[in-house]
């Protein structure tokens, strides 16, 4: 009895903040179109603004950011993340895409889908070119609905029960991702996860951003950027790290001055020959949230934004493998490099390299992870 008036709650709760929202939304959603139902879980649409003007629209289906309507240096405010018009087209079955998702159980590759955690072995899905585990797996939380837990006019806070065996994936999970929109527009995310046996555990953002506003006729690689990065993790073919920590210093991913996107992308480099251009883990210099960890700035409209994170690396993908079989919002087709993610994380292959920190979730303990995407504008 006590689960169904859970559900039924859940159920009353997701209508109320659909009703209230009432008509479109300012980046031009009918949250209408997010009303349906995934492995008997609802999906809805959930609005944050603030006294500035700013939107953020997200969904539970996969935790994702679905639209950030932003001011530009006129004051015109403009969509700068890639997404869909309606819940479906995210869902498996439609297309298999990460646009503004919650990964997780564990962001980025695993190579040879092998984890070993206390000499217990498990094999994980093989989902990214048949021989690594991407982004949590086939099934990974991007493809799985939320629970609501709260929400209101500026947050949103969503719960993931994953169950043990997940993905293969050991220990049954549950985790928690907040999206809080400020005063001072910042989107401000937040996951905490608990587990009830040894497991692996690696959340992130995988917002494509695209400052323009207009990724029909902009591509990211007009756009600057800055990494507080002196370092990298090199990787294989197969985007597997090495287990080098390689310096930056006099290759085309030094970004420690700001860089036009596309001035360097596809140099004859073997990082930027394997991954087709940007999609790789910098080392971030400091941990320290004060400090900003990446500048991304588009000159046609002056929109900036700055990311924070208490993770000690990102992985920077400039939409490489984005190739016009995708159609978005506003029936703007997704062509090569129409988008940039910014993934604030742990490094990529963590469980397998045990020198570098780790990723293991232990009963009794709580992981935590802390993004902010600051916008600003430059006159």
Known sequence: MKKYLSILAGVCLLASCCG??????????????????????????????????MEVCVTN?????????????????????????????Y??????????????????????????IDGNEYRLPLNDNRVNCLH??????????????????THVKLVMNSADGDNKFPGAVTAYVTYTLT???RLDISYEATTDAPTVINMTNHSYFNLSGDPANHS?????????????????????PTGEIATLEGTPLDFRLPQTIGDRIDNDFAALNFAGGYDHNWILNDTDELVPDVILSCEDTGITLTVFTNEP???????????????????VTYNRRTGIC????????????????????????TYTSHCVFAFSVEK
């Open 20 to 53: 209230k929202q009432g008509g479109l939304t300012k980046s031009g959603l009918d949250p209408q179109n997010f009303v349906d139902e995934y492995n008997g879980i609802p999906t809805a649409l959930y609005t944050l603004t603030n006294d500035n003007g």
């Open 220 to 240: 990211i690689c007009e756009d600057r950027l800055f990494i507080n990065s002196e370092s990298y993790t090199p990787t294989d073919k197969l985007l597997i």
């Open 61 to 89: 289906f996969g935790g994702r950011v679905v639209s950030v309507m932003v001011p530009d240096r006129d004051g015109e405010f403009r969509d700068v993340v890639l997404g869909f018009d309606k819940v479906s087209d």
């Open 136 to 153: 949590g797996g086939f099934g990974g939380w991007q493809y799985q609905a939320y629970g609501l837990v709260e929400a209101d006019d």
């Open 342 to 365: 910014l993934e604030s994380q742990h490094f990529p292959d963590s469980p397998n390299k045990p020198e570098w920190p780790t990723t293991v979730l232990r009963p009794g303990e």
């Open 313 to 331: 690396g990102i992985q920077v993908y400039t939409g490489n493998f984005l190739n016009g079989t995708l159609t978005g919002k506003n029936g």
């Open 91 to 116: 869902f498996p079955k439609n297309h298999l895409s990460d646009f503004g998702a919650a990964i997780g159980r564990y962001a980025n590759r695993i190579g040879g889908g092998k984890l070993v």
């Open 183 to 185: 005063e001072d527009n």
